[in-house]
C-alpha cells in the first residue's frame, strides 16, 4: 500500500500506553514527531507530549475533575476542521484507542469526509496494570478466560455484563468502575462470591501508583483505609492471589 501524500487529510489515531511514557509505541512516537495537530486526552504524560514537534499545534480536548469540556460531537468536528486544512492531525489517548477509548467512532466520522486515517494501537491498562504488579490475567488451572467491562455506561449505569460476568471463573477487569464499586460488590455478593479475590490498582505503570487487594467482602474497606480513587482499575478473581501482598 503506498503512503498517502503529506498535503492530503491525515488522521492518526494514537494509543498512549497505560501511563508511563516509555510504554507507547515506537511507531506512536514517530506519529507524534510527524503531527501538525494533536489532539489530546487528560492523564496523558508530559514526556510523551514532549515527543510533538515544536511547531505543531497542541489541543487540550480532555476530561478535567469529572467534567467534560469537550462532548465527542466537538472533538470529531475539531478533527475534520484541522484535517481539512490538509493537515496531518494525530489524536491521542490513553491506553488503547478502541478499548472503551471511542476510537473507532473517530474514525468512522473522519472517513465520512475522505479524511485518510490510520490507527496506531496502545497498551491497554487492562493487561498491563495488573501484569506489571504480578498479576497475569489468565493462569493455567486458575481461569480460562477474562472480561474487560466499564464501570459506567453511555447512559451513566453500571453494564448488566458483570452479572454476567460475576457468574464465570474468568477474571474480570473493570476499566472507570471505582464510582460503582459498591454496587459490583453487591453484584458479587448477590451471587455468592464474597470470598473472591479483588484487586484496585490507581495510577497503574506510575511512580505514584497505588493499590490495595482483598476479597469482595472486605475491598470497601481496603479502599476506605488506603485513600484509594479514580483513576484505577478493578481486578477480580483467583489470579489476585499471585500478588504479592496476598495474605488473607
Excluded at 492530503?8 to 510504554?23: C, E, K, M, Q, S
Excluded at 489530546?40 to 511547531?55: K, R, T
Excluded at 479502599?223 to 489476585?240: D, F, H, R, T, Y
Amino acid at each position: 500500500m503506498s503512503k498517502p501524500s503529506p498535503t492530503i487529510p491525515r488522521l492518526t489515531l494514537v494509543g498512549a500506553g497505560p501511563g508511563d511514557p516509555d510504554l507507547i509505541t515506537i511507531k506512536g512516537m514517530k506519529a507524534l514527531a510527524a503531527a501538525e495537530v494533536v489532539l489530546y486526552d487528560a492523564l496523558i504524560h508530559p514526556d510523551i507530549l514532549g515527543l510533538v514537534a515544536e511547531n505543531a499545534e497542541m489541543v487540550f480536548v480532555g476530561k478535567q475533575m469529572g467534567v467534560c469540556q469537550f462532548p465527542q460531537e466537538k472533538i470529531n468536528e475539531l478533527i475534520v476542521e484541522y484535517a481539512l486544512q490538509n493537515k496531518h492531525v494525530v489524536r491521542l489517548k490513553g491506553g488503547d484507542p478502541f478499548v472503551f477509548g471511542r476510537g473507532h467512532e473517530e474514525i468512522e466520522y473522519a472517513k465520512k469526509f475522505d479524511i485518510h486515517c490510520e490507527v496506531i494501537p496502545g497498551i491497554s491498562s487492562s493487561i498491563s496494570v495488573p501484569e506489571l504488579q504480578g498479576i497475569p490475567l489468565t493462569r493455567r488451572g486458575m481461569n480460562e478466560s477474562f472480561w474487560v467491562v466499564t464501570g459506567s455506561t453511555k447512559e451513566h449505569q453500571l453494564s448488566r455484563d458483570i452479572a454476567l460476568a460475576a457468574q464465570s471463573t474468568a477474571t474480570v477487569v473493570v476499566l472507570m468502575g471505582m464510582h460503582k464499586l459498591p454496587q459490583i460488590v453487591a453484584i458479587f455478593q448477590e451471587h455468592q462470591k464474597g470470598k473472591t479475590p479483588v484487586g484496585i490498582f490507581q495510577n497503574g505503570t506510575m511512580p505514584k501508583e497505588q493499590f490495595g487487594v482483598g476479597c469482595i467482602d472486605t475491598i470497601l474497606e481496603v479502599v476506605e483505609q488506603k485513600q484509594l480513587s479514580s483513576p484505577a482499575i478493578i481486578v477480580i478473581g483467583e489470579v489476585v492471589t499471585l500478588h504479592a501482598d496476598w495474605k488473607i
